[in-house]
């Protein structure tokens, strides 16, 4: 069964670093795009960009260039969502999807990641 | 970025058939087509529909998608109690080089 297996929720203060992370599973990690998807609380989603593990391939949406890193390392089937220095205005639900091409994203979701940001 | 429009609310009775529309430009849906996304309270999204109109595996016939020029279509028919959500539409924007989404439609089953 494809799965992606992201990890708990946390919460930080402003300022703070965070990498978070979605692990794949049931497929070959590296011939699949993972794409993350930002839901803030009681809003719809906005696409943050998309990395292939393959060949480390990377998209940012313009609306979030320079303000996250995505990265993914292949040898744990594992893709990365950082940020290094949070704002309050960070907190969401963030997810991974998993997608065969870049035209065809969001075919597999992972379960999300609770971020709050709070002083 | 600019989004994809969409309907805040619609609402229908059990049984009844009910129409979602999106519209983007000639850089997105026009273009590349609309994915639709369906999503209960609390939990991640699901895709209902690929770009192409094709269902994934395990997707109810009930549901259908269609394009005509810069407007994607999702109807869904026999409106169930569970249909109740909110549905997203999203589509590949090739001045941007980035996915945009709608602005989301819930949809109430009366």
């Known amino acids: 069964e494809v799965q992606l297996e992201q990890s708990g929720a946390e919460v930080k203060k402003p300022g703070e670093s965070l990498k978070i992370s979605c692990k794949g599973s049931?497929?070959?990690?590296?011939?699949?795009?993972i794409g993350w998807v930002r839901q803030m609380p009681e809003k719809g989603l906005e696409w943050m960009g998309i990395?292939?593990?393959?060949?480390?391939?990377?998209r940012y949406s313009p609306s979030f260039q320079g303000q996250v890193t995505i990265s993914a390392d292949k040898s744990i089937s594992t893709a990365y969502l950082q940020w290094s220095s949070l704002k309050a205005s960070d907190t969401a639900m963030y997810y991974c999807?998993?997608?065969?091409?870049?035209?065809?994203?969001?075919?597999?979701w992972g379960q999300g990641t609770m971020v709050t940001v709070s002083s | 970025q600019a989004g994809l429009t969409q309907p805040p609310s619609v609402s229908k009775g059990l049984r009844q058939t009910a129409t979602l529309t999106c519209t983007g430009n000639?850089?997105?849906?026009?273009?590349?087509?609309a994915a639709w996304l369906q999503q209960h309270q609390g939990h991640p999204p699901k895709l209902l529909s690929y770009r192409n109109n094709n269902r994934p595996s395990g997707i109810s016939e009930r549901f259908s998608a269609s394009r005509s020029g810069n407007t994607a279509s999702l109807t869904i028919t026999g409106l169930q109690p569970e249909d109740e959500a909110d549905y997203y539409c999203s589509a590949w924007d090739s001045s941007l080089s980035a996915y945009v989404f709608g602005t989301g439609t819930k949809v109430t089953v009366l």
């Open positions: 999807t998993q997608s065969p091409t870049l035209l065809d994203a969001f075919d597999i």
């Open positions: 000639s850089n997105n849906v026009g273009n590349q087509g």
């Open positions: 049931g497929y070959s990690f590296t011939s699949y795009w």
């Open positions: 990395i292939y593990p393959g060949d480390s391939e990377t």
